[in-house]
T-cell receptor, first 111, second 111 residues
Framework: GEDVEQSLFLSVREGDSSVINCTYT??????LYWYKQEPGAGLQLLTY?????DMKQDQRLTVLLNKKDKHLSLRIADTQTGDSAIYFC???????????FGTGTRLKVLA | DAEITQSPRHKITETGRQVTLACHQT?????MFWYRQDLGHGLRLIHY???????NKGEVSDGYSVSRSNTEDLPLTLESAASSQTSVYFC??????????FGQGTRLTVV
């Protein structure tokens, strides 16, 4: 079947904005999520967006949702070295209670 | 505070042995999941459960089984461990809207 797609790597300078993109597969996904994984740790929920929203802002994080193109993005403003991690998007296809994850984007923040 | 714990954190086993990984959550969530994480594949769903006595296969369920006898626990069993099952395993539980909460992971090596 189709995969939830993310680019593998992103490198930005400290203080710049980061934009991580995701193309998901199921237009009927009720919620879409962004998770962060630091080395040796589990996944931590960063934020989520309900499918009837176009945008959600939470402090330095902005999520944009384009349902027509099944495109989800996460913008991190004023990126810090502590933001270096792997970021995963996840969908809940068919309104189900299961989470399908993308391959993850490794964000490296350069000082 | 509610939490989700996995044990053991690290395990080395031999090919052909049966192995059980434990997952225990105190969120009182009905939904629980097992994923494996491999480089280049992100997180792939192995099995999931929507409640006691309910279990469902995910996309990579061959060679794995789960049972759900109570709300808190979802143990994952590898019937006959194979080298291809060397991976990091994550358990999660969820409330759909708030997303899935993950354990710290179990690193399994099959030699």
């Amino acid at each position: 079947g189709e995969d939830v797609e993310q680019s593998l790597f992103l490198s930005v300078r400290e203080g710049d904005s980061s934009v991580i993109n995701c193309t998901y597969t199921d237009s009927s996904s009720t919620y879409l999520y962004w998770y962060k994984q630091e080395p040796g740790a589990g996944l931590q929920l960063l934020t989520y967006i309900f499918s009837n929203m176009d945008m959600k802002q939470d402090q330095r994080l902005t999520v944009l949702l384009n349902k027509k193109d099944k495109h989800l993005s996460l913008r991190i403003a004023d990126t810090q070295t502590g933001d270096s991690a792997i970021y995963f998007c996840a969908e809940t296809p068919g309104g189900t209670y299961k989470y399908i994850f993308g391959t993850g984007t490794r964000l490296k923040v350069l000082a | 505070d509610a939490e989700i714990t996995q044990s053991p954190r690290h395990k080395i086993t031999e090919t052909g042995r049966q192995v059980t990984l434990a997952c225990h959550q105190t969120w009182n969530h009905n939904n629980m999941f097992w994923y494996r994480q491999d480089l280049g594949h992100g997180l792939r769903l192995i099995h999931y459960s929507y409640g006691v006595q309910d279990t469902n296969k995910g996309e990579v369920s061959d060679g794995y089984s789960v049972s759900r006898s109570n709300t808190e626990d979802l143990p994952l069993t590898l019937e006959s461990a194979a080298s291809s099952q060397t991976s990091v395993y994550f358990c999660a539980s969820s409330d759909l809207e708030r997303g899935a909460f993950f354990g710290q992971g179990t690193r399994l090596t099959v030699v």
